[in-house]
């Protein structure tokens, strides 16, 4: 059992690990591919009817306090700040953290345990290249697309809770939900869910890659990797809130 | 360290521990090119490490271990890649990459290492896979076949590379007497038609005395006997006589 000082400083060299390795030859573009649909394209749907439904909730609960004070106009606004800034980059990482964190480190623990992974190291083939990169580099390029849909997602959500209260035009909710929403407002998101997905892709793959404990093993990397990758992906958020004001002061709310 | 009557597998006083449990100590022995070696042992003496060693998949707390002149202990990991090029591993459960079918398993270290155009991966694949009987297989997951079926993939894939060196963890275990009879077969066809070195893990004395030219038997970490088979009877050692008379 690894005190917490070097856990960190392990997983901290297993990401460095990766980043470099991402960048050195030979590139695994076919495992890349699959990961991308693996990570991206099945993770859609959830994130799709995540997003939906968040967005009409959010929006009935905003929809009251707004009536109060007559400000039903800034409901639109409010939906795609919130959803842009903060919650589309969160839940998504987190369901992802969920969906694929869970099958990362479920998958490549069970590929330590059966030996598989011995099996390529004795071809000579770079296991660590050939199964971590790939998901990690997965992880890093689908999670912001995957933001976006959530985003749209919200806010097409967000417009049919509007639709039903209030019978807003599309384009009428549209235009008032960008109101107020600039190029800040979606770059700094970006790199912050890249950043995610980097944490999302090394830390379940840290606990698939490493466990040694037979099938019991294999449950706990895929609980620890949900468990660590949502909790670091919180942590980091912090983190990059304050650095995202500091480098964009105008994407504060 | 080799020539024509010198080792090309060596190990020389090699130790392995996890943590308090001591699983080598001091072992050395020596295969020559071309002999089929039965390493025979009760479960937990070390033999499936033995192997790992010799491949590098796990390093050894002292001790030198040589493969065809190079010394493997102190190969960085460019060197490992080149020595295990010369090196085939046929694991107890095949160890077959779950995603890829047969072929894609047996076509990705030649895609890797060699740079050989698709069509001759595709001759080459196709013929390891008829050797050992597969030829109608190559489409399948791991997962579709029965056990017999991928012990073979394995081996398939083993040989794949045409290693000098073949190391097989229990390639029997699991199996039929006739399944593990022609595993025992192909294994011996192998050395018979490429002079291929062959290591074998195996609890199977039947199959062991039917394909071995030398037999060293593991016991708490030590090496107690290595040899013939009559040497190996007439050892001082109780254990190793009744592991190679058992049968």
Not at chain 1, 214 to 237: E, F, H, K, P
Request: glycine letters at 8%; a neutral charge.
């Amino acid at each position: 059992m690894l005190n917490p000082i070097e856990f960190f400083g392990e997983i901290s060299l297993f990401g460095v690990r990766a980043l470099r390795d991402t960048f050195s030859p030979p590139f695994e573009a076919n495992q890349v591919r699959l990961q991308m649909n693996d990570v991206g394209v099945r993770s859609l749907p959830l994130v799709l009817a995540s997003g939906f439904a968040l967005g009409m909730v959010m929006s009935l609960h905003t929809r009251g306090t707004l009536v109060t004070f007559g400000a039903t106009a800034l409901i639109p606004s409010v939906q795609a700040m919130a959803f842009f800034v903060e919650i589309g980059p969160l839940v998504a990482a987190l369901l992802l953290a969920g969906r694929v964190g869970a099958g990362i480190g479920a998958v490549i623990a069970n590929m330590r345990v059966t030996e598989q992974i011995d099996g390529i190291e004795s071809l000579s083939v770079d296991s660590f290249k050939f199964l971590v990169v790939p998901r990690v580099l997965a992880c890093v390029l689908m999670l912001p697309l995957l933001t976006l849909f959530m985003d749209f997602a919200g806010l097409m959500g967000g417009y049919v809770a509007e639709f039903a209260a209030s019978h807003l035009s599309v384009s009428l909710y549209l235009s008032r939900a960008f109101t107020y929403v600039e190029w800040p407002n979606f770059i700094a998101p970006v790199i912050k869910t890249s950043v995610f997905g980097f944490i999302i892709g090394t830390a379940s793959s840290y606990f698939g890659y490493t466990t040694d404990d037979g099938a019991q093993g294999v449950g706990r990397a895929a609980t620890n990797s949900v468990v660590m990758s949502s909790l670091l992906i919180i942590l980091a958020d912090v983190i990059l809130v304050k650095c995202i004001l500091f480098v964009f002061p105008e994407s504060a709310l | 360290m080799t020539g024509t009557h010198e080792p090309i597998v060596a190990f020389e006083q090699v130790s392995k521990a996890f943590g308090e449990k001591q699983v080598l100590r001091d072992v050395s022995f020596g295969v020559k090119a071309g002999e089929i070696v039965c390493i025979l042992g009760r479960s937990g003496t070390g033999k499936s490490v033995t192997l790992k060693l010799l491949i590098a998949l796990q390093r050894p707390d002292q001790g030198k271990i040589w493969i065809d002149n190079d010394e493997i202990t102190s190969l960085d990991a460019a060197g490992l890649s080149r020595v295990r090029r010369k090196m085939g591993f046929l694991f107890q459960d095949a160890a077959l990459f779950d995603d890829l079918t047969v072929y894609e398993n047996l076509a990705l270290p030649l895609a890797r290492l060699t740079g050989k155009p698709r069509g001759e991966i595709d001759v080459a694949v196709r013929n390891v896979l008829q050797q050992v009987g597969l030829a109608c297989d190559t489409k399948k997951k791991p997962s579709a076949l029965s056990g017999g079926m991928r012990k073979r993939a394995g081996l398939a894939r083993a040989l794949i590379l045409n290693p000098r060196v073949l190391l097989a963890d229990e390639p029997s275990s699991g199996l039929d007497r006739i399944t593990a009879s022609e595993i025992d077969d192909l294994l011996l066809r192998q050395r018979n038609e490429s002079n291929t070195t062959i290591l074998v893990v195996t609890h199977d004395v039947h199959g062991a005395r039917k394909i071995g030219d030398k037999f060293a038997v593991l016991d708490k970490g030590r090496m107690i006997a290595f040899g013939t088979a009559g040497e190996v009877e007439r050892s001082e050692h109780e254990i190793a006589r009744r592991l190679i008379s058992e049968w």
